[in-house]
């Protein structure tokens, strides 16, 4: 977290988790949607919007999220990613917007309007490190754009779980990998 927020300004580092399938980022940014709307930890609360199209962040049923996803977070279930973010800025004013494996043309013309809007996304793409999505046209478009402050590049070590290495925009290491065990844990 001290990497992703400014306690000083509220201000939500714009932030993009990469990761093969399976690593986490999902589990990731449900965390981190609950902790910025709950203010924990010394961050002030803000207004989270997440949009879920397949139901995977928030595992709606009827509507009613069956995770704790924080107070202040509203969840659009079953939308096309993009759709979905256009009516969360038009409607919701989120702070935060939170939105799964992005990769579409479409997805990434919905982050610049958040953008423009004043409003910080957290996104998930999957890749293997930073060279990998660079690799990927739409991904390396925001990149070169420098939509994201932050990248979070997860990983699974055999008999450690999954851990991070968290870069700024520049792609320079901002920390030391460290278990979401530990850090869960501490």
């Not at 595992?59 to 759709?83: H, I, M, N, Q, S």
């Not at 997805?107 to 953008?115: F, G, N, S, T, V």
């Not at 809007?117 to 793409?125: C, E, F, L, P």
């Amino acid at each position: 977290m001290p990497h992703l927020y400014e306690p000083g300004t509220r201000r939500v580092a714009r932030t993009l988790v990469v990761s093969p399938p399976q690593q986490g980022k999902t589990t990731l940014i449900r965390d981190l949607a609950r902790r910025l709307s709950g203010g924990t930890e010394g961050i002030q609360p803000v207004k989270v919007g997440i949009v879920d199209e397949r139901s995977e962040v928030a595992a709606c049923v009827r509507g009613v999220p069956r995770f704790d996803l924080g107070p202040r977070t509203d969840v659009l279930d079953g939308r096309p990613k993009a759709e979905g973010m256009m009516m969360l800025i038009r409607s919701m004013s989120p702070d935060v917007l939170i939105v799964d494996e992005i990769g579409r043309a479409e997805d990434a013309a919905a982050i610049h309007e958040a953008l423009h809007a004043g409003i910080s996304v957290i996104a998930t793409a999957h890749g293997r490190d930073l060279e990998d999505i660079r690799r990927r046209p739409i991904l390396r478009e925001l990149v070169h754009d420098g939509v994201f402050d932050r990248y979070v590049v997860l990983e699974r070590r055999t008999g450690a779980g999954p851990s991070s290495a968290v870069y700024n925009a520049d792609g320079k290491r901002l920390d030391e990998r460290f278990s979401f065990r530990e850090e869960l844990e501490g």
